[in-house]
């Protein structure tokens, strides 16, 4: 398999141990994330050979970053680094009925100031077969969008697959360009859809309701107005509370229709980068499985980050293959 690349903002957490609130505590966890940074680590845990690019600060916290990727045999020699701090996110995990609570500082950070001529793209996706992208990055300032289009433009022209994962976050959006208008351009580039019914209606206007039937005419639709769309797939989370949740997905592959039947979280740990898990596992199992095997495979990496502290899912594919065979009572493995 040819490496896979992805890009996007490395940041820090700062947590709370537990699900206290910051109030209650001076001592304080970290872990290092990042949407992009999530799944290339996860494809990575699951044996890809997997690029990140990104920029971090040029200091001992981004020196620490790099290391942290590099254990988890990642190639990182695209990142590049900036006298602009690591971007910071705060987090407070929430617990049955009280919601995780999250406060970001990235606004001037490394990636934010990232602009094209900082990321050779030639160099950079040589040994490329596979790009993943999500809405996060062009959300976060124009420099981030170009270069990220750069990226995709080369990729394509490779004949390298493209996975998007247009999450919209209106929060992020301030730098003047329209969310609608950057994220289709963007999408032109792609081949593999991540997204639901939420995501098609932000791209295309429309008001899909939540229904198989409404998934499946969304994903036609989206299909029909960027061609180079081939597959959808799509997450469904139901949460009865902050601390159990159920996870199951469905796709449409231009032929068939496919669902998967529903993963019972009853006791979560964490609760972030499990979409990223998500987005990992498929990419994995389209490289390896049929769409559905590869489908189910997201869904079992998805449920399983639930229960690792941290950004990043450490499963291993006999980890997830063994939830996939129905091993799902946690009893001691000796």
Same mark, same amino acid.
């Given at each position: 398999?040819?490496?896979?690349?992805?890009?996007?903002?490395?940041?820090?957490?700062?947590?709370?141990?537990?699900?206290?609130?910051?109030?209650?505590?001076?001592?304080?966890?970290?872990?290092?994330?990042?949407?992009?940074?999530?799944?290339?680590?996860?494809?990575?845990? !699951?044996? /890809?050979? @997997?690029?990140? &690019?990104?920029? *971090?600060?040029?200091?001992?916290? +981004?020196?620490?970053?790099?290391?942290? %990727?590099?254990?988890?045999?990642?190639?990182?020699?695209?990142?590049?680094?900036?006298?602009?701090?690591?971007?910071?996110?705060?987090?407070?995990?929430?617990?049955?009925?009280?919601?995780?609570?999250?406060?970001?500082?990235?606004?001037?950070?490394?990636?934010?100031?990232?602009?094209?001529?900082?990321?050779?793209?030639?160099?950079?996706?040589?040994?490329?077969?596979?790009?993943?992208?999500?809405?996060?990055?062009?959300?976060?300032?124009?420099?981030?969008?170009?270069?990220?289009?750069?990226?995709?433009?080369?990729?394509?022209?490779?004949?390298?697959?493209?996975?998007?994962?247009?999450?919209?976050?209106?929060?992020?959006?301030?730098?003047?360009?329209?969310?609608?208008?950057?994220?289709?351009?963007?999408?032109?580039?792609?081949?593999? !859809?991540? /997204?639901? @019914?939420?995501? &098609?209606?932000? *791209?295309?206007?429309?008001?899909? +309701?939540?229904?198989?039937?409404?998934? %499946?005419?969304?994903?036609?639709?989206?299909?029909?107005?960027?061609?180079?769309?081939?597959?959808?797939?799509?997450?469904?989370?139901?949460?009865?509370?902050?601390?159990?949740?159920?996870?199951?997905?469905?796709?449409?592959?231009?032929?068939?229709?496919?669902?998967?039947?529903?993963?019972?979280?009853?006791?979560?740990?964490?609760?972030?980068?499990?979409?990223?898990?998500?987005?990992?596992?498929?990419?994995?199992?389209?490289?390896?499985?049929?769409?559905?095997?590869?489908?189910?495979?997201?869904?079992?990496?998805?449920?399983?980050?639930?229960?690792?502290?941290?950004?990043?899912?450490?499963?291993?594919?006999?980890?997830?293959?063994?939830?996939?065979?129905?091993?799902?009572?946690?009893?001691?493995?000796?």
């Amino acid at each position: 398999m040819g490496q896979i690349i992805t890009f996007g903002e490395v940041l820090m957490r700062i947590s709370p141990r537990g699900n206290k609130k910051f109030i209650q505590s001076n001592i304080v966890e970290f872990y290092f994330g990042g949407t992009e940074l999530n799944v290339g680590i996860s494809i990575s845990n !699951f044996g /890809g050979d @997997v690029k990140h &690019i990104s920029a *971090v600060s040029e200091d001992f916290i +981004g020196e620490t970053a790099i290391a942290y %990727i590099r254990q988890f045999g990642m190639d990182t020699s695209s990142i590049v680094t900036s006298k602009r701090p690591l971007g910071v996110y705060f987090l407070e995990v929430g617990a049955v009925i009280r919601p995780s609570m999250i406060s970001y500082n990235r606004s001037h950070s490394a990636f934010s100031e990232i602009g094209p001529e900082k990321v050779n793209w030639e160099k950079a996706l040589e040994k490329g077969e596979w790009m993943h992208w999500t809405g996060i990055t062009p959300a976060l300032s124009q420099g981030a969008f170009d270069t990220l289009k750069e990226g995709l433009k080369l990729a394509r022209e490779k004949g390298m697959a493209v996975s998007a994962d247009p999450t919209y976050r209106s929060d992020l959006w301030k730098y003047g360009q329209d969310p609608k208008e950057a994220l289709s351009e963007l999408l032109h580039y792609s081949t593999i !859809f991540i /997204g639901g @019914v939420n995501e &098609i209606n932000e *791209v295309l206007g429309t008001d899909f +309701g939540y229904s198989n039937d409404d998934f %499946i005419a969304a994903s036609k639709q989206l299909m029909a107005a960027f061609p180079t769309i081939e597959k959808v797939f799509d997450k469904i989370r139901t949460s009865l509370n902050s601390s159990w949740h159920k996870i199951r997905a469905r796709m449409w592959n231009g032929v068939d229709f496919r669902e998967t039947e529903d993963l019972d979280i009853t006791h979560v740990v964490d609760r972030i980068g499990t979409g990223d898990a998500f987005a990992a596992g498929l990419i994995y199992g389209l490289q390896h499985f049929d769409d559905y095997k590869a489908m189910e495979f997201g869904s079992a990496a998805c449920a399983l980050k639930h229960t690792y502290e941290g950004d990043v899912n450490l499963a291993t594919v006999k980890e997830v293959n063994s939830i996939l065979d129905g091993n799902i009572t946690g009893r001691l493995v000796r």
